[in-house]
């Protein structure tokens, strides 16, 4: 029994060969599918990409202009009116500024590099 050499029969051999082809065959045909997919997904994030910021754009200047009508007919004065969103408009943007500052400092992970030096200054 030690010496005797088990074969597969042809018959075997040739199932799994044709499994094997239709597995490749429907990989195949799975990853053009997903590719077309991708394609088209892509195609429709670009487009959002662009159309996003402009209606962002022109959300914020009609609320802006409805505030700026708001302040003037409080007070009759479309310089006072101009002043007041002009300065309005720097301290969001000023804000906005020390937000993104803080959310940067944020991204540099400062609690986990201050415990790996804590450790390496503990090492002998």
């Known amino acids: ?7 597969v029969p042809d018959a ?16 195949r045909a ?3 599918a997903e590719v077309a997919l991708a394609r088209s997904s892509l195609r429709a994030l670009l487009v959002g990409a662009f159309v ?11 609320l802006v ?3 700026a009508d708001a302040v003037h007919i409080f ?7 101009t002043l007041v969103v ?6 969001l ?8 500052r803080r959310w940067s400092r944020d991204l540099t992970l400062p609690q986990s590099r201050a415990a790996i030096l804590r450790v390496l200054e503990r090492m002998p």
């Not at 996003?52 to 009609?62: D, E, F, K, N, T």
């Not at 943007?93 to 993104?100: E, G, N, P, S, Y």
């Open 1 to 7: 029994m030690a010496g005797m050499k088990t074969s």
């Open 12 to 27: 075997t051999l040739s199932a799994v060969a044709q499994s094997a082809l239709r597995l490749a065959h429907y990989s």
């Open 30 to 32: 799975l990853f053009v």
């Open 52 to 62: 996003l910021p402009v209606l962002a754009l022109s959300a914020w200047l009609a």
């Open 65 to 67: 202009a409805l505030f």
């Open 75 to 81: 007070s009759g004065s479309w310089l006072f009116a």
């Open 86 to 91: 002009a300065v309005l408009q720097v301290l």
């Open 93 to 100: 943007v000023a804000l906005l500024l020390r937000f993104l």
